[in-house]
């Protein structure tokens, strides 16, 4: 039996967990650093317990710290959120060993998870299709195995998540450098400063199934998630499901996401992530053994709640749903607000909030942290708050983010709002025509927005391409050189009718 739970992170996804806590009825304690004092998420929290100063390896990473909280809290549980200490085993088994409650898998599935090298080698003896790395060949040294890969290749946290630890590698000489600043990254973030090497997937889109499994052996997908609007290997924008996906594939990908789960003996909420490439064919990347960031849209085309899913797992219960329950219905848009200027090479933007106005209406979703004099400080992920929008298709979900972006007004900082309404407003992203690369090679953010009639007839036959039609994304890409607004948007929409 759960009685009370302390939420050992903050921001956005501490208010989220104390909230689904209090719909059930059970205590929520929040934990929080010097810089976090006044956080809305100590605000909503039952109790608040201090951890330590403002860096995180002396607060929200600190292990001692945070079990010392739930303890003196009366706690019976800890949720651990994602990022910091989420996919550390030695919380996971710290949490078993001073009686509590760990909400999510077990540690021995994190260890094995967690590790993206160990995760590696077991899906691969599991039959999953792998994309080639350095992990192949344990005994060789990083410089050699770089060599049988080839350039350019991707560095990555063992240990890694949220685009954290990862070094893009074009050349030899670049390599020695790459591996320190990795290393450095990962020990900073996640306390392992092991890393591997992954060959590049030219061209590819990055595809996760959302996964929910209970301590006897059920699991389940919620379906899948577009996550291929990335910067610097963080995901930005993320939609389900994926128009890249016809219904065979998903079908699929759903079944290897599945052996997965089931292969690791999986329970509580996770991610198993692919990559998808332009032929059509697709390689395991990682389980996330955690809550992820875009959670939220699953949710909205499910109606299942996947943290209070998380609760009930926990406590014992045994998972509500079959897999034939599952029935994705609509459209769903997740945009990350991020306290960074996008006008300066996304640098992060510090200093009080001074003004917030919230989106709301039908289809719109948002989960924040932010408040009027709110401060947003140099020692955490520029994430700030995370804005759903969902709707009957894709083309209403784009015109209601569209909406909401405008609505959101948050003064006294910088965010990156302009880069997510020109995004949206694009006519490679309306038609489905991006990968992974795109923000870095074929996106460009501009002051003005040029709304010519020749971009309106543009992205009016894109519309009626691919949206009224649904079909397909073509292989050709081509480059964004216009926008368009989302009340023209939704009046091309209107057109449907």
Same mark, same amino acid.
């Not at 989420?86 to 078993?96: G, K, S, T, V, W």
């Not at 609007?229 to 610097?232: E, L, M, N, S």
């Not at 998903?250 to 759903?254: F, Y």
């Given at each position: 039996?759960?009685?009370?739970?302390?939420?050992?992170?903050r921001?956005e996804?501490?208010?989220r967990i104390?909230r689904?806590?209090?719909?059930l009825g059970?205590?929520?304690?929040?934990i929080?650093?010097d810089a976090?004092?006044?956080?809305?998420?100590?605000?909503l929290?039952?109790q608040?317990?201090r951890?330590g100063?403002?860096?995180?390896?002396?607060?929200?990473?600190?292990i001692?710290?945070v079990?010392?909280?739930?303890?003196q809290s009366g706690?019976?549980?800890?949720?651990?959120?994602?990022?910091f200490l989420?996919?550390?085993?030695?919380?996971?088994?710290?949490?078993?060993e001073a009686?509590l409650?760990f909400i999510g898998?077990e540690?021995?599935t994190i260890r094995?998870?967690g590790?993206?090298v160990q995760?590696?080698?077991?899906?691969?003896?599991?039959g999953?299709?792998i994309?080639?790395?350095?992990?192949?060949d344990p005994?060789?040294d990083?410089?050699?195995?770089?060599?049988?890969?080839?350039?350019?290749?991707?560095?990555?946290?063992a240990?890694?998540?949220?685009?954290?630890?990862?070094?893009l590698?074009?050349?030899r000489?670049?390599?020695?450098v790459?591996?320190d600043?990795a290393r450095?990254?990962?020990k900073?973030?996640?306390?392992d400063?092991?890393?591997?090497?992954?060959?590049?997937?030219?061209?590819?889109r990055?595809?996760?199934f959302?996964?929910?499994g209970?301590?006897?052996?059920?699991?389940i997908?919620?379906g899948d998630?577009?996550?291929s609007?990335?910067?610097?290997h963080?995901?930005?924008?993320e939609?389900t499901?994926s128009r890249?996906?016809t219904? !065979?594939l %998903?079908? $699929?990908?759903?079944e290897?996401a +599945?052996? *997965?789960?089931?292969?690791?003996?999986?329970?509580?909420?996770?991610t198993?992530?692919?990559l998808?490439?332009?032929?059509?064919?697709?390689?395991f990347?990682?389980?996330?053994p955690r809550?992820?960031?875009e959670h939220a849209?699953?949710?909205?085309?499910?109606g299942?709640?996947i943290v209070?899913?998380q609760?009930r797992?926990?406590?014992?219960?045994?998972l509500?749903?079959?897999q034939?329950d599952v029935?994705p219905?609509?459209?769903?848009?997740?945009c990350?607000?991020?306290?960074e200027?996008?006008?300066?090479?996304?640098?992060?933007?510090?200093g009080k909030?001074?003004g917030v106005?919230e989106?709301?209406?039908p289809?719109?979703?948002?989960?924040s942290?932010v408040?009027?004099?709110?401060?947003?400080?140099?020692?955490?992920d520029s994430l700030i708050?995370k804005?759903?929008?969902?709707? !009957?298709? %894709?083309a $209403?979900?784009?015109?209601r983010? +569209?909406? *909401?972006l405008?609505?959101?007004r948050?003064?006294g900082?910088?965010?990156?709002i302009?880069?997510?309404?020109q995004?949206l407003?694009?006519?490679?992203?309306?038609?489905?025509?991006?990968?992974?690369?795109?923000?870095?090679?074929?996106f460009?953010l501009?002051?003005e927005?040029?709304q010519?009639l020749?971009v309106m007839?543009a992205?009016?036959?894109?519309?009626?391409?691919?949206v009224?039609?649904?079909?397909?994304?073509t292989q050709h890409l081509q480059?964004?050189?216009g926008?368009?607004s989302?009340?023209?948007?939704?009046?091309?929409?209107g057109?449907?009718?």
């Open positions: 039996m759960i009685r009370k739970v302390l939420v050992a992170n921001g996804i501490a208010v104390i689904a806590c209090h719909e059970l205590g929520a304690v929040a929080y650093s976090d004092r006044t956080a809305m998420h100590v605000r929290a039952d608040a317990y951890v100063p403002p860096p995180p390896s002396e607060s929200y990473l600190s001692a710290n079990i010392n909280a739930a303890v706690a019976d549980a800890i949720h651990p959120g994602y990022g989420a996919e550390n085993p030695r919380f996971a088994q710290a949490c078993l009686d409650t898998p540690f021995e094995l998870l590790d993206k995760a590696r080698r077991f899906m691969r003896r599991a999953a299709p994309v080639p790395g350095s992990d192949e005994g060789t990083l410089p050699t195995a770089a060599e049988r890969l080839g350039y350019p290749l991707l560095i990555k946290a240990s890694g998540g949220g685009g954290k630890g990862i070094r590698v074009r050349s000489e670049e390599l020695a790459a591996l600043i450095r990254e990962a900073g973030a996640f306390g400063d092991t890393v591997y090497l992954e060959r590049i997937v030219e061209g590819a990055h595809i996760e959302q996964i929910l209970d301590r006897y052996g059920n699991v997908h919620l998630r577009e996550c609007i990335q910067r610097r963080q995901k930005l924008v939609e499901p890249a996906l219904p !065979e %998903r079908r $699929e990908m759903g290897v +599945l052996l *997965a789960a089931r292969a690791a003996g999986y329970s509580s909420a996770g198993v992530e692919f998808l490439d332009a032929t059509g064919a697709f390689y990347l990682e389980v996330n809550l992820q960031v849209i699953s949710e909205m085309v499910t299942i709640d209070k899913e609760l797992i926990a406590a014992g219960r045994k509500r749903y079959k034939e029935q219905r609509g459209w769903a848009i997740e990350r607000i991020l306290a200027d996008p006008y300066d090479n996304f640098a992060p933007s510090i909030v001074t106005y989106p709301a209406g289809g719109i979703r948002v989960e942290g408040y009027d004099g709110f401060e947003v400080t140099p020692y955490y708050a804005i759903v929008a969902g709707g !009957e298709t %894709r $209403e979900a784009i015109t983010m +569209l909406r *909401a405008e609505e959101f948050i003064a900082i910088k965010t990156n302009p880069f997510c309404q995004l407003n694009s006519p490679s992203f309306i038609g489905g025509q991006f990968d992974t690369t795109f923000l870095e090679k074929r460009s501009t002051r927005r040029r010519s020749e007839a992205i009016a036959a894109a519309y009626v391409e691919h009224q039609h649904g079909r397909q994304a480059p964004d050189d926008s368009i989302w009340r023209q948007a939704a009046r091309l929409e057109l449907r009718e």
